[in-house]
């Protein structure tokens, strides 16, 4: 009787241990890429957006005043998912009815680039639109003969994918940005600097707009640069040592897809920048910068929404109807892509163009830190809920045994 007991006791023992093991840290919530516009964390994240648009039409971060590049940077996630921005109305103005009432408020070539890429995106005519011709004024005021736009590497990546959006020959561009890379594959935001993977990744994205083939040489070396820069929890470091970010995990996937690749594929201790990506997304919808800082949450939320969707710059309009949702893109079929350049509180060069750091590889500009929030890594996953209960049934029933027994003489 007493081996018994001793058996039914270790059997207990084994199953409390097993109810004491983690269901969701450490297992992968999606297995598929990339997400259709319908999925969960897609739709959170529009629902987010909405919240950021003021009675102008025009977009922000949460307090802030509408700003022309939070406005161009959502419009284009909008058409992303499948969805008309003319149709996304507060107070009766759209961000396009907000677009047009600024079209004399662009700073920089990048207002002028992002203005001809978020236009192409919403299937307006970015040679005549309130009145301008942002096409002509960007060659005419920022084009050098060189091929270089304006003084800085990413405003270059950013002229040539505007132009190459609106069919315009760039090859003199592309040629000046080759000759930007450095001997590790990777580009800066500024000549002469050192490479960094957000502005690498953007570089790409150009390069494959204009029509560069995936498997050239300046493709191929910029490639194996970004796979420098995966860290061990799946994500994307923006330069050094630093944390992995929505805003790099964002512009390298982009990058990847443009390329034909999977960024499932690319993975560190068997965890990829997918779901590293995901696990930043937050109750409300939005996505923060790291696992523990918060930063510019509406530029990391339409970053996420594009390259979930598996969606490279320029953005395309849908090729149907604007009422009908957009079908879910293709991994393997490489789309044109564009380097982002961010709202003047955007961290990084290749995400914060609009405001430069003096260099490539000083730290990321002032982020707002915060208590670290809960991650959507703690998800419970389907299934696990009803095992557990029955492995936890079972337990009692064996307690309830061994305590019938003992009772026996």
Request: hydrophobic share 35%; with cysteine.
């Amino acid at each position: 009787m007493r081996e018994m007991i001793k058996v039914l006791l270790s059997f207990s023992l084994l199953l409390v241990l097993m109810l004491s093991i983690p269901t969701s840290a450490s297992i992968t919530n999606h297995q598929h890429y990339p997400l259709n516009q319908n999925d969960v964390e897609i739709q959170n994240a529009l629902d987010y957006l909405h919240t950021l648009q003021n009675n102008d039409g025009g977009f922000s971060n949460p307090d802030e005043e509408s700003a022309v590049s939070n406005t161009q940077w959502t419009i284009m996630a909008i058409v992303a998912a499948g969805e008309d921005p003319h149709e996304w109305k507060d107070n009766s103005h759209s961000p396009i009815d907000y677009l047009r009432g600024n079209a004399n408020n662009l700073t920089g070539s990048t207002d002028y680039e992002r203005m001809i890429l978020a236009l192409v995106a919403a299937e307006e005519d970015p040679r005549d639109f309130a009145g301008k011709d942002f096409v002509a004024e960007l060659k005419k005021e920022y084009l050098k003969d060189n091929g270089q736009f304006s003084d800085f590497t990413y405003t270059t990546i950013w002229g040539i994918l505007a132009l190459s959006s609106v069919g315009e020959d760039v090859s003199t561009s592309v040629k000046w940005l080759k000759s930007q890379q450095n001997d590790d594959g990777g580009f800066a935001w500024v000549p002469g600097e050192k490479s960094d993977y957000d502005d690498t990744a953007a570089a790409i994205e150009a390069l494959i707009a204009a029509g560069e083939n995936p498997d050239s040489k300046v493709i191929k070396d910029a490639l194996e640069y970004l796979k420098t820069g995966l860290n061990t929890d799946g994500g994307f470091k923006f330069f050094g040592t630093s944390p992995s970010n929505a805003a790099s995990d964002a512009w390298v996937v982009q990058a990847i897809v443009a390329c034909g690749q999977d960024p499932l594929e690319w993975t560190e201790n068997n965890n990829n920048p997918i779901d590293h990506l995901l696990s930043l997304q937050q109750s409300d919808g939005s996505f923060n910068y790291t696992s523990y800082i918060k930063s510019n949450p509406g530029y990391m939320t339409v970053c996420a929404i594009m390259a979930l969707l598996g969606s490279p710059y320029p953005i395309k309009p849908p090729l149907h109807s604007k009422s009908t949702p957009a079908p879910t893109p293709a991994i393997l079929t490489p789309t044109p892509t564009v380097t982002p350049t961010t709202s003047t509180s955007t961290p990084a060069p290749a995400s914060t163009p609009l405001q430069p750091t003096p260099t490539a590889t000083a730290s990321a500009p002032a982020l707002t830190t915060e208590t670290s929030p809960a991650s959507n890594a703690d998800t419970e996953v389907p299934g696990f809920g009803f095992l557990f209960g029955i492995i936890g049934l079972s337990a009692a029933v064996f307690v309830f045994v061994i305590l019938r027994i003992s009772k026996k003489p």
